[in-house]
Structure formats: C-alpha cells, structure tokens
C-alpha cells in the first residue's frame, strides 16, 4: 500500500486548518487516513506548525512519501533531518549522542529564528498602530482648527453687525439731536 504524508483540510470556507496526516495515497484527500501526524494553521502569523517528530520520522523511515507541501513543513519543523541523521546513526557514521546534539543545536537555531521574527512582527505592528494614531491625531487637529475657523467668522460678522446697529444708533442718536437743536432755534427766534 503506497504511503503519502499530506495535508487533510478542515476549518471553514477562507479560514483554512490542516492536519498533517499519513494515508493511503488512494484514499480521498479528506477522506480516510492512517494516523494523524500534527496539525498545520497557515492563517496565523508565522503559521503554526505543531507536529510529532518521533511519529512522522517513523513514517518517513517505513517509506512513506511526503507531497511537496507536507516535505516543506516536514522540512522548516527539522523531521527531515531528523530522519537523515537516524539514517548516519543506522549506517554508523554518527551516535545516537551525537546525532541528538546535531538535532537540538538545529531546533535551538531555528526557534531563535522564529522568535525573531515574532518580535519583528509585534515591532512593526506596534509602529504601525503608533502612526495610525498619529495622522488621526493630525486628522483632529486639522478638524478642530477648520471648525474654530468657520466659527470665527460667524463672530466676526456678528461684531460687525452690532458696530453697525451701534453706528446706526449713535447717528440716529446724532440726527435726533440735530434735529431736536432745529426745533429748539426755531421756535427760540
């Protein structure tokens, strides 16, 4: 029976999760399987990989073939060397000892690696979340300074219409003097 380790899709439509799984290549691809070897989030950033070394090792080495995919994840999770160093250790090139230490050193550079880039991602996440505050800091400023400005003018013209009704007033007041002096020189001579 030929072996294939290979994604199984699950999840729901546009938010895909997988399973790594070992399965009769003539089986559907969601269908049957033999074991189910870790699983496989790509929605997430970095993607999430959580899989059994020691199983998919077993499998690999009972002759299972991986899809390019699945060889891919098999790969960045260290299971494909893990398997190329049991295979020193079976031929006596490496100890087992030796063979763990290669292994660990491996895991230890890679986690660096990934934890890198989870700090560069919050890093830049953070940056941009503090620039998005400032243009809306902009943004409101600009908003309040265009308000102030049509307001201002609404209180100009009201100043201006009351010196206006106040001029008026004052030559009103004026005329009815002026007027109020005629009638007084009139009616004195």
Known sequence: ??????????????????????????AKRDGRFLEKLGIYN???????????????????????????????????????????LAGGVRKGALTQEQADEKFNAWVEEKEGRVDAKKENLSKEQEAAKAKALEAEKEVNAKREAEAAAAAQPEVEETTEDQEAAAANEVDDATAAEANAEEKQDQSGS
Not at 48 to 59: A, E, G, L, R, Y
């Open 1 to 26: 029976m030929p072996v294939k380790i290979r994604l199984q899709r699950h999840g729901k439509k546009g938010k895909p999760f997988f399973w790594i799984v070992a399965a009769d290549s003539r």
């Open 42 to 84: 790509p929605t997430t950033n970095p993607a999430t990989i959580d899989i059994n070394v020691d199983k998919s090792v077993k499998w690999l080495q009972n002759g299972a073939q991986p899809t390019e995919t699945a060889k891919a994840i098999l790969s960045y999770k260290g299971v494909l060397l893990k398997n190329h």
